[in-house]
């Protein structure tokens, strides 16, 4: 039930990093799955999880709207940039894995902060 609690916590407090995009930079979903870490206590690789899905899955669901909304174009063009000859699908994953990584580190670091001194 934590893990779950983490999940829609890093998912929720990442939405709203999302809507504040103009005012905060990207890496400010690190400081969301952090702060969800923080404050529910899980282990270490429990924490990793549930921030790196969290962020993943938002990373996902944002990258396919924001392709969805432009008819692919600038998916596209980045693909090709990239070498990925143009696979807009795979650029999406990738996206949501650099993410998963950023939160899943984010809120291992979180986990650790609740570990007491020995």
Request: no cysteine; proline share 3%; hydrophobic share 65%.
């Amino acid at each position: 039930m934590k893990f779950i609690a983490t999940f829609i916590l890093t998912v929720l407090l990442g939405y709203i990093v999302y809507v504040l995009n103009d005012l905060l930079p990207w890496w400010t979903i690190a400081v969301a799955a952090f702060i969800a870490a923080a404050i529910v206590p899980l282990k270490p690789w429990a924490s990793f999880l549930a921030g790196f899905l969290g962020v993943a899955l938002l990373w996902w669901v944002l990258a396919s709207f924001i392709d969805q909304a432009n008819a692919g174009v600038m998916a596209k063009r980045m693909a090709e940039v990239l070498p990925l000859k143009g696979n807009t699908i795979l650029l999406i994953i990738i996206t949501g894995v650099v993410g998963g990584l950023v939160g899943g580190l984010a809120a291992l670091t979180g986990s650790f902060t609740r570990k007491k001194a020995a």
